[in-house]
């Protein structure tokens, strides 16, 4: 079945396209370069894995339960318009969500790719060419996965959010090498590790759980490399440059903000468009989920510089500005752990079935 049959909302034409600018820059210097981000590079390699195996395809999904998601996370719930849905409806409504959520996490996982190409041809240094290969790569394998998990397992797609295309449409239109990089690496990627890991520590469901946890696995190295190579380059900067990196950031961190509310889920069940946006300013679930998905960025943006005072403040008025002092090197340990663990307890698990059904398969041949 064609993609576009299963899309909730017309996504219009088949394609995006967004307009390059900037220089692609050769290198010629082929020697070492810095050992930091050669290792780095080295893990890249190392670390490369297939979706279609890794991951347990034959795990059965509920559409209508993909997520395991509580009534009290429904942004809806507690209202008139909940109290009038039949399960059927609720169940529905649940699909609706998790396709448009995923939807989002593929379409930035095209968008990272790309970046990640951009970054190819527009980083002058050649170690960073190095990396941003291996992240081309992972992208890929990302996009695929969600992609599959949505049309196999949820049966239904929603398009870009507005607000991930314009951030989206701001970094790659650029001209500027380090912008791919800050609003990719750092924005984009920052607040999608956060949010996949909202999703992985909750969920009951193996499959979604697997999708999430070897991703995040892949996406620490991605936010590693962007903190390395733009907090080597923002010592160089003057006041001005970074200055105009701290607005980006600003605008980057409204739209992310603004961009999970999921109206259009909402407009799709009959609720009028400014109904549904109060709606979802009112939940609480909401206000919590937002401020754990900047966990990610704003200790991210501080250590590589961007930390000025219209910055602070537009933290503070967020109520984030706490978050700068969070652990980033601890918080992707533990991406890798716990993909490294689920890897072990499947692995394990399938060897002792084998091992019993040889067992059983020689005790009732002794019989």
């Given at each position: 079945?064609?993609?576009?049959?299963?899309?909730?909302?017309?996504?219009?034409?088949?394609?995006w396209e967004v307009p390059a600018?900037?220089?692609?820059?050769?290198?010629?210097?082929?020697?070492?370069?810095?050992?930091?981000?050669?290792?780095?590079?080295?893990?890249?390699?190392?670390?490369?894995?297939?979706?279609?195996?890794?991951?347990?395809?034959?795990?059965?999904?509920?559409?209508?339960?993909?997520?395991?998601?509580?009534?009290?996370?429904?942004?809806?719930?507690?209202?008139?318009?909940?109290?009038?849905?039949?399960?059927?409806?609720?169940?529905?409504?649940?699909?609706?969500?998790?396709?448009?959520?995923?939807?989002?996490?593929?379409?930035?996982?095209?968008?990272?790719?790309?970046?990640?190409?951009?970054?190819?041809?527009?980083?002058?240094?050649?170690?960073?060419?190095?990396?941003?290969?291996?992240?081309?790569?992972?992208?890929?394998?990302?996009?695929?996965?969600?992609?599959?998990?949505?049309?196999?397992?949820?049966?239904?797609?929603?398009?870009?959010?507005?607000?991930?295309?314009?951030?989206?449409?701001?970094?790659?239109?650029d001209s500027r090498w380090d912008?791919?990089?800050?609003?990719?690496?750092?924005?984009?990627?920052?607040?999608?590790?956060?949010?996949?890991?909202?999703?992985?520590?909750?969920?009951?469901?193996?499959?979604?759980?697997?999708?999430?946890?070897?991703?995040?696995?892949?996406?620490?190295?991605?936010?590693?490399?962007?903190?390395?190579?733009?907090?080597?380059?923002?010592?160089?900067?003057?006041?001005?440059?970074?200055?105009?990196?701290?607005?980006?950031?600003?605008?980057?961190?409204?739209?992310?903000?603004?961009?999970?509310?999921?109206?259009?889920?909402?407009?799709?069940?009959?609720?009028?468009?400014?109904?549904?946006?109060?709606?979802?300013?009112?939940?609480?679930?909401?206000?919590?989920?937002?401020?754990?998905?900047?966990?990610?960025?704003?200790?991210?943006?501080?250590?590589?510089?961007?930390?000025?005072?219209?910055?602070?403040?537009?933290?503070l008025d967020m109520g984030v500005?706490?978050?700068?002092?969070?652990?980033?090197?601890?918080?992707?340990?533990?991406?890798?752990?716990?993909?490294?663990?689920?890897?072990?307890?499947?692995?394990?698990?399938?060897?002792?079935?084998?091992?019993?059904?040889?067992?059983?398969?020689?005790?009732?041949?002794?019989?």
């Open positions: 079945m064609s993609t576009y049959d299963l899309y909730a909302n017309d996504p219009g034409g088949p394609r600018s900037g220089a692609a820059r050769f290198s010629w210097d082929y020697d070492d370069g810095r050992d930091r981000l050669l290792a780095l590079y080295q893990k890249g390699k190392d670390k490369q894995w297939d979706g279609a195996r890794r991951i347990d395809w034959d795990l059965e999904v509920d559409p209508y339960d993909a997520l395991g998601t509580p009534d009290e996370a429904m942004t809806v719930y507690g209202t008139r318009h909940w109290a009038a849905m039949t399960d059927k409806d609720k169940g529905e409504l649940r699909r609706h969500y998790a396709a448009w959520q995923f939807s989002q996490f593929l379409h930035g996982e095209q968008g990272a790719m790309i970046c990640a190409a951009r970054i190819i041809e527009s980083v002058p240094d050649l170690d960073a060419k190095f990396y941003s290969a291996t992240q081309a790569m992972d992208e890929a394998r990302h996009a695929e996965i969600y992609g599959r998990f949505l049309h196999e397992k949820v049966g239904m797609l929603y398009p870009i959010n507005d607000d991930l295309r314009s951030l989206l449409d701001d970094t790659l239109r912008m791919p990089y800050l609003g990719m690496q750092v924005l984009i990627e920052g607040l999608a590790l956060a949010a996949f890991g909202m999703i992985r520590d909750t969920t009951n469901k193996p499959l979604p759980k697997q999708i999430l946890a070897y991703v995040m696995q892949d996406e620490a190295r991605h936010v590693a490399f962007g903190r390395m190579a733009l907090r080597d380059y923002y010592r160089q900067l003057t006041d001005a440059e970074l200055r105009e990196r701290e607005e980006f950031v600003i605008e980057g961190c409204h739209l992310m903000r603004d961009r999970l509310r999921g109206v259009e889920v909402l407009e799709n069940f009959g609720i009028p468009r400014g109904e549904a946006e109060e709606m979802s300013e009112r939940s609480e679930f909401l206000h919590l989920f937002r401020k754990l998905l900047f966990s990610r960025i704003v200790p991210c943006v501080k250590d590589i510089g961007l930390w000025g005072a219209r910055l602070q403040k537009a933290y500005f706490a978050l700068g002092d969070a652990d980033l090197d601890l918080l992707m340990a533990q991406d890798e752990e716990i993909a490294d663990r689920l890897d072990r307890e499947r692995f394990a698990r399938e060897e002792d079935e084998r091992v019993a059904e040889v067992a059983d398969a020689i005790a009732e041949g002794a019989s």
